[in-house]
C-alpha cells in the first residue's frame, strides 16, 4: 500500500509512505486526500479548511476532482471534514471542524536531494514550462470522470474507455457509468530517457532517470496507457498486473494536472 | 480514366539545411524543373498540395501560398496538407487524384520542414503533438515510447529480437552512405548499432531517424501531356490510403499497422500488382521497428517474419526479394516530417529512371512504392510507380 493510515479519536489520518516530510516524487495533499477518501466508507464531507492549504492551484476545482475520483460528495453543509497540516504532507478527516493534533508517521527512507530537486522542477515546470501538448480545459472538465473516476462508457454490451462521443454507426454513446477493474494487465511497457520524454516532464525526468509507460489490458476489454508511478526499485514485466493511484500529471500555466498513473502490483 | 505521369522530382540535401522556408522549397521546385527532359514553365501547374506538419514548429497560416509566391507559381490554386508525417504522401494522393478526375493537368505536389532550427524545448514540445496528446502523451509518451512499447510488444508475439532491428539500422545506414542527399551518411558496424544509448527501452539511438530539414516537390501531369516533357516518364500506377485510431489503446493489435495494410491493398489494387512485383520499396523507417511492421503490413514478409526478412538481408540493395530503402530510408536519408514523402516519390523516379549514383542504383528495377506514416500509424499513403503505364 502506497499510503499510511492512522485511525484515533480525533480521526482518521493519511500521509504517504514517505512520511510526513513528503508525498513523494508526483503526491501532494490532494492526491493523500483522495487516497484517503478512497480508502474510507463515502458520506458527505466539507472540504473548505483542506483547499487553503494547497501549493498549487488544481486545473479543475478541487470539488469536482474529488467526486470524480472517489464516492464521495462534496458539500459545504456536511459534518465530516477534511484537513490537511499546513506544513506537513498528513490529511485527516474529522468530524471536527478544527484540528490541531496530528499522530506520528513511520517514514521509508528516501533521498532528500532528490526531494528537494523534485520540488524545484515541479515549480519550474508549473511555472515556467508552459509548452505542453494541448489539451482544452473543457476537455479535461469532460472527460474528469473518466480520467479520474476510471469511468467506462457501455456501448453494445462492450466497455469503451477513454471516453467517445459517437460508436461505429454514428449513434451517441451514454455518459461513462462503470467502472474498470481495479488492475489491468501490462501488454508491454517502455521507459524512455529524459531526453526522450514529452515536454511536459522535462524537468523531472532527468532527476528520475526517465518516465516509464505501460499498455495495460482491463478486464472486459478496454485498454489504456499510463505512466507508472513509484517504480525506482522495480522493471515491470509483460503480464505484471499493476493498480492505480491519483496522482499529479503535469504542471501547464500554474495549475496542476491531476490523473491516473499505474502501480506495479505485488511490490 | 486519366493515367498520371511524374515527369519531375527534386528534393534539398537533407539535414542541416542553411536555408529557411522559402529558401528550401525554392531550390526543391527549381531542381525538380531541371530534372523535367524537355522545357517546363511553373506557369503551368494548375493546383499544388504541400505537405508539412507545423513549419518550423510553429502554427503558421498561409504558407503554401507564401511558398508558391517565391518558386514562380504565383496565382495557382495551392494548399497546404497536413497528415503529421504522412503529409506529402497525402499531398502527392491529393495531386494524383486531381489529375485522375479531370479537373487537373499539371500538378505539383511536395512537402517542406525546418526542423534544426529550433530549441531544444520547442523541438520536444513539437515532436510529441501528432499522436493522441491528451492519454498518450500525458502518460510519458512521444513517438519513441510509442514504438518502443510496439517493439517489445513484437519480440513478445514472434520471434525477434532487437538484433533484427540493428540489422535494419546498419542496412539504411549502408544504403544511404552513398546517397549524396541523405543528413546521416555514415556506414555503422552491427556492434555499433548494437551500442547506441537507450532512447526508450528497447530503442537505442541507433533505432531512431534522425530530425532533419528539407523540402522535395514531384511534378506530376495526365498522360496526354507526358511525353511534352520526356520520354521517360515515370508512371502513378497506383495510390492508396488508410487511417487508424489514433492511440496506440484503442487498437486490437499494435504489432501491425491497418492503415498501411489498407493503404496497400488499395494501391496494389489500383496499380493492378501485388506486393511481389514490387522491386524496391521507400518505407517509413521512423523507427527500425517500423520497418519490421512495413515489410510485413505492405506483403513482403508473412506476419511475424518481419524479423527474420531483416536478419536474413531480405531488403539489401540487389540482393534480397525487394531492396527497402534503396536511398537509405528515414533512418539514413533523413525525416524532414513534412518533406518524407514526396522524397521517398523523388527516390523512385531517380531509381526507375536509372538517374542516381550508380553504385546505388537498383539493377532492372520496374516497380518502386512508397510508404508514407502519419505518427504511430493513424494515417498511412501507398504509391506504386512503374517505368510502364
Known amino acids: 500500500m502506497t499510503y499510511q493510515f492512522i485511525n484515533n479519536d480525533h480521526g482518521r489520518f493519511a500521509c504517504s509512505q514517505y512520511g510526513p516530510e513528503w508525498a513523494g516524487p508526483d503526491g501532494d495533499r490532494l492526491t493523500l486526500a483522495i487516497g484517503l477518501l478512497q480508502d474510507t466508507p463515502s458520506g458527505q464531507i466539507n472540504i473548505d479548511f483542506f483547499v487553503q492549504h494547497l501549493e498549487f492551484e488544481p486545473s479543475i476545482e478541487v470539488k469536482s476532482i474529488i467526486e470524480a475520483a472517489t464516492t464521495w460528495t462534496v458539500n459545504e453543509d456536511a459534518t465530516t471534514f477534511l484537513h490537511a497540516h499546513q506544513n506537513k504532507y498528513i490529511v485527516a478527516l474529522t468530524t471536527s471542524n478544527t484540528l490541531s493534533k496530528y499522530p506520528a508517521f513511520q517514514a521509508k527512507a528516501y533521498d532528500a536531494e532528490v526531494q528537494e530537486k523534485l520540488s524545484v522542477a515541479w515549480n519550474k515546470e508549473v511555472f515556467g514550462v508552459s509548452q505542453g501538448a494541448y489539451v482544452s480545459q473543457a476537455q479535461h472538465i469532460v472527460a474528469s470522470g473518466s480520467r479520474l473516476g476510471m469511468k467506462a462508457q457501455v456501448d453494445e454490451n462492450r466497455l469503451i474507455w477513454p471516453p467517445r462521443q459517437l460508436n461505429s454507426t454514428a449513434q451517441r454513446i451514454a455518459n461513462a457509468q462503470e467502472r474498470l477493474s481495479e488492475t489491468a494487465t501490462i501488454l508491454t511497457w517502455t521507459r524512455l530517457s529524459s531526453a526522450g520524454a514529452p515536454s511536459e516532464f522535462s524537468e523531472r525526468a532527468p532527476i528520475l532517470g526517465g518516465v516509464s509507460t505501460v499498455l495495460v489490458s482491463f478486464d472486459k476489454g478496454p485498454q489504456g496507457v499510463f505512466m507508472l508511478a513509484d517504480d525506482d526499485e522495480n522493471t515491470p514485466k509483460i503480464e505484471d498486473t499493476v493498480r492505480f493511484e491519483i496522482r499529479r500529471l503535469y504542471g501547464q500555466d500554474g495549475m496542476i494536472h491531476y490523473g491516473t498513473k499505474a502501480i506495479l502490483n505485488n511490490f | ?389
Open chain 2, 1 to 389: 480514366m486519366v493515367d498520371v505521369a511524374m515527369v519531375g522530382a527534386g528534393q534539398t540535401k537533407f539535414g542541416n539545411h542553411p536555408f529557411g522556408l522559402k529558401g528550401m522549397w525554392s531550390e526543391a521546385i527549381e531542381k525538380a524543373i531541371e530534372s523535367v527532359d524537355n522545357d517546363f514553365h511553373p506557369k503551368s501547374v494548375d493546383e499544388a498540395f504541400i505537405g508539412s506538419i507545423a513549419f518550423g514548429g510553429s502554427q503558421l497560416g498561409n504558407t503554401a501560398a507564401l511558398l508558391t509566391e517565391h518558386s514562380g507559381m504565383g496565382g495557382v490554386s495551392v494548399r497546404r496538407v497536413e497528415n503529421a508525417c504522412a503529409s506529402s504522401g497525402f499531398a502527392l494522393r491529393d495531386a494524383w487524384m486531381a489529375i485522375k478526375s479531370g479537373q487537373a493537368d499539371v500538378v505539383v505536389a511536395g512537402g517542406i520542414e525546418k526542423m534544426n532550427d529550433l530549441s531544444a524545448s520547442r523541438k520536444r514540445y513539437w515532436l510529441g503533438v501528432s499522436g493522441d496528446t491528451e492519454w498518450e502523451r500525458l502518460a510519458g509518451l512521444t513517438f519513441p515510447g510509442t514504438y518502443a512499447l510496439t517493439a517489445r510488444r513484437y519480440f513478445h508475439e514472434f520471434e525477434s529480437t532487437h538484433d533484427d532491428l540493428v540489422h535494419v539500422s546498419v542496412k539504411n545506414h549502408m544504403h544511404g552512405f552513398q546517397n549524396e542527399v541523405a543528413h546521416l551518411r555514415k556506414e555503422i558496424s552491427f556492434e555499433k548499432a548494437n551500442s547506441g544509448f537507450m532512447v526508450a527501452d528497447p530503442l537505442t539511438l541507433y533505432d531512431c531517424c534522425p530530425t532533419s530539414d528539407g523540402a522535395s516537390a514531384v511534378i506530376l501531369v495526365a498522360d496526354h501531356l507526358a511525353h511534352q516533357y520526356t520520354d521517360t516518364p515515370v508512371w502513378v500506377k497506383g495510390s492508396g490510403a488508410g487511417s487508424d485510431y489514433l492511440a496506440l489503446h484503442d487498437r486490437p493489435s499494435i504489432t501491425q499497422l491497418c492503415a498501411t495494410q489498407a493503404a496497400a491493398k488499395r494501391a496494389y489494387s489500383a496499380a493492378n500488382i501485388s506486393a511481389g512485383d514490387v522491386d524496391l520499396a521507400e518505407v517509413h523507417d521512423c523507427f527500425t521497428i517500423a520497418e519490421v511492421l512495413a515489410t510485413e503490413d505492405l506483403g513482403f514478409a508473412a506476419r511475424g517474419m518481419g524479423g527474420k526478412f531483416a536478419r536474413d538481408g531480405e531488403g539489401r540493395r540487389n540482393e534480397g526479394s525487394v531492396t527497402i530503402n534503396a536511398s537509405g530510408g528515414l533512418k539514413s536519408k533523413g525525416h524532414p516530417l513534412g518533406a518524407t514523402g514526396t522524397g521517398q516519390a523523388v527516390e523512385i523516379f531517380k531509381q526507375l529512371r536509372n538517374q542516381v549514383e550508380p553504385t546505388r542504383q537498383i539493377r532492372d528495377a520496374e516497380i518502386g512504392l512508397t510508404h508514407n506514416v502519419g505518427g504511430s500509424g493513424a494515417t498511412c499513403a501507398v504509391h506504386v510507380f512503374g517505368r510502364e503505364r
